[in-house]
Nanobody
C-alpha cells in the first residue's frame, strides 16, 4: 500500500514559481509517478510523468518548458517545479503512482494510488 501526500501549493502572482512535493509512505522506487490537475468544472488533466528511475519524463504541451518533474527515490519524494505560472494553471494538483509503464501514463486510470491534492492559485 502506498500513501501520497502533496504539499507546496499556494497563491502566487502570474509569472511566479512554486515547487510542489509529493511524499510517499512505502517504497515507490518501482513506480512511475505522475502529476495531474483539476480546475473547477473541468476534468482532471495530465501534467507530467516520470519513470521509476527518473531517466524519462513526459509533459503536457500546456506546461512544457515551464514545469519540471523530478524525483528523489532515497526520500520517496516526487517534485513538480512550476515556473512562469499563468492564471490558467490554477487548479488542484494531484500526484499519483503507477506500476504500469507505457504511453497510457497520460491517463488517470493508469495510476494505482493518488494523493489528496494541493491547491495552486495563480492571480493575474
Amino acid at each position: 500500500q502506498v500513501q501520497l501526500v502533496e504539499s507546496g501549493g499556494g497563491l502566487v502572482q502570474a509569472g511566479g514559481s512554486l515547487r510542489l512535493s509529493c511524499a510517499a509512505s512505502g517504497r515507490t522506487s518501482s513506480y512511475d509517478m505522475g502529476w495531474f490537475r483539476q480546475a473547477p468544472g473541468k476534468e482532471r488533466e495530465f501534467v507530467a510523468t516520470i519513470n521509476w528511475s527518473g531517466g524519462s519524463t513526459y509533459y503536457a504541451d500546456s506546461v512544457k518548458g515551464r514545469f519540471t518533474i523530478s524525483r528523489d527515490n532515497a526520500k520517496n519524494t516526487v517534485y513538480l517545479q512550476m515556473n512562469s505560472l499563468r492564471p490558467e494553471d490554477t487548479a488542484v494538483y494531484y500526484c499519483a503512482a503507477a506500476l504500469y509503464e507505457g504511453p497510457l501514463l497520460i491517463r488517470a486510470y493508469a495510476y494505482d494510488y493518488w494523493g489528496q491534492g494541493t491547491q495552486v492559485t495563480v492571480s493575474s
